[in-house]
């Protein structure tokens, strides 16, 4: 048997009513698997490809974001994503977060965000991690 991981996601976003709260159950959930937190500030935390922060008014949303290899992709993930009954909630486009991020969101029909991100030009070292059993 064979699995393949590290090809789907991108990230995840959870929204959070106590980011201190968070921090200290994520910091030491984390541990265990040796991951320690890559950044903070005061509403906001990460590690790995997890982030976290405040929401002024928490709701049961997840922001879930999807690797794309490129911009069109986005741009087919967006058109699908609409014909398909989601939400749109940020056409495809670059964003501020760092030189060459190029996403699109859509609410899915349970009002969760959904993203397709290419990060710009880059190279993996592997196609995904193999795991066999």
């Given at each position: 048997?064979?699995?393949?991981?590290?090809?789907?996601?991108?990230?995840?976003?959870?929204?959070?009513?106590?980011?201190?709260?968070?921090?200290?159950?994520?910091?030491?959930?984390?541990?265990?698997?040796?991951?320690?937190?890559?950044?903070?500030?005061?509403?906001?935390?990460?590690?790995?490809?997890?982030?976290?922060?405040?929401?002024?008014?928490?709701?049961?949303?997840?922001?879930?974001?999807?690797q794309a290899p490129d911009r069109e992709t986005v741009h087919r993930f967006h058109a699908a994503a609409?014909?398909?009954?989601?939400?749109?909630?940020?056409?495809?486009?670059?964003?501020?977060?760092?030189?060459?991020?190029?996403?699109?969101?859509?609410?899915?029909?349970?009002?969760?965000?959904?993203?397709?991100?290419?990060?710009?030009?880059?190279?993996?070292?592997?196609?995904?991690?193999?795991?066999?059993?």
């Open positions: 048997m064979e699995f393949h991981r590290g090809r789907l996601f991108d990230h995840v976003h959870l929204l959070v009513r106590d980011v201190e709260a968070s921090k200290r159950f994520y910091r030491s959930v984390l541990a265990v698997f040796g991951i320690p937190l890559g950044g903070e500030g005061a509403d906001w935390f990460w590690a790995d490809e997890l982030y976290i922060s405040r929401a002024d008014a928490p709701t049961q949303r997840v922001h879930l974001a999807f609409l014909a398909a009954g989601g939400r749109d909630n940020g056409g495809p486009g670059e964003r501020h977060y760092h030189p060459g991020y190029f996403a699109a969101f859509v609410l899915d029909p349970d009002g969760n965000n959904i993203e397709a991100v290419h990060h710009g030009p880059s190279k993996r070292s592997a196609g995904s991690v193999v795991i066999t059993a």
